[in-house]
């Protein structure tokens, strides 16, 4: 049976979690509101894959951006594609490359491991 849920995240800054869902190949509206079936949920963007399945982004009343809609998109989607680590790493790629551009660093050396993480070696000139 379909519901609404939401699944939280810790991603905190809109401008690195767009760029990071651009980068996932994902499509981005500016839709307030995410439908199910005959009902609808609020959300401040609402998100379309590159598979075609759609859910909305809503900020939380901590300051996280979580992840609204429908049961059955949501929990295949983390199940079976792993789209919520994907797009956690992707986020916080963005956000310390970003942060480390403005104290003046730059990117030496990028490795990507077996175990999917990202190993970066900065320089300060």
């Keep these: 049976m379909s519901k609404f849920v939401t699944v939280q995240t810790k991603i905190q800054e809109q401008e690195f979690l767009q760029e990071a869902l651009k980068e996932l190949g994902c499509t981005l509206k500016n839709e307030k509101r995410i439908k199910v079936f005959l009902k609808e949920q609020d959300c401040d963007f609402s998100v379309k894959t590159r598979d075609g ?31 919520k680590n994907r797009l956690t790493q992707k986020y916080a790629y ?32």
Aim: proline share 2%; net charge positive.
């Design 94 to 125: 963005l956000k310390v490359m970003s942060q480390a551009k403005k104290a003046g660093f730059k990117l030496v050396k990028e490795t990507n491991t077996k175990d999917n993480s990202i190993k970066l070696v900065l320089r300060k000139w």
């Design 53 to 83: 399945l759609r859910f909305g982004m809503k900020q939380s009343e901590s300051g996280n951006f979580d992840f609204v809609g429908d049961s059955m998109i949501l929990n295949p989607l983390f199940k079976d594609y792993d789209f």
